[in-house]
């Protein structure tokens, strides 16, 4: 089982920049990050493959990275130019290896979450 513990959300205001961590027991599965608004379904924002490949919502492209760092087992998403619309409360995933790139922003495939952190982003 993969224990993952989220960090790093704040509230900022518009134009502003986070990073978010996500503390891992192992990362050696495919790891995203997810967030979800009140009276919102959860949306897919940035996956990474085990080979590095990366994928990105459109709503958050050029304005997010995500990345990893194995030695420590950590995942970060680096938030730049942060909107209103990004507040929500934010959550890493780990998921099978195998997961065909039409789906890998979608929640259902993936297995392990962590608790996750606010992100408030305002105006």
């Known amino acids: 089982e993969v224990q993952l513990v989220e960090s790093g959300g704040d509230s900022v205001q518009a134009g502003g920049s986070l990073r978010l961590s996500c503390a891992a027991s192992?990362?050696?599965?495919?790891m995203g990050w997810f967030r979800q608004a009140p009276g919102k379904e959860r949306e897919g924002v940035a996956v990474?493959?085990?080979?590095?490949?990366?994928t990105y919502a459109d709503s958050v492209k050029g304005r997010f990275t995500i990345s990893r760092d194995n030695a420590k087992n950590t995942l970060y998403l680096q938030m730049n130019s942060l909107k209103p619309e990004d507040t929500a409360m934010y959550y890493c995933?780990?998921?099978?290896?195998?997961?065909?790139?039409?789906?890998?922003?979608?929640?259902?495939?993936?297995?392990?979450w962590g608790q996750g952190t606010q992100v408030t982003v305002s105006s």
């Open positions: 192992r990362i050696t599965w495919t």
């Open positions: 990474i493959r085990t080979n590095g490949v990366t």
């Open positions: 995933a780990a998921g099978p290896g195998v997961i065909r790139n039409a789906r890998l922003l979608d929640a259902g495939n993936y297995i392990y």
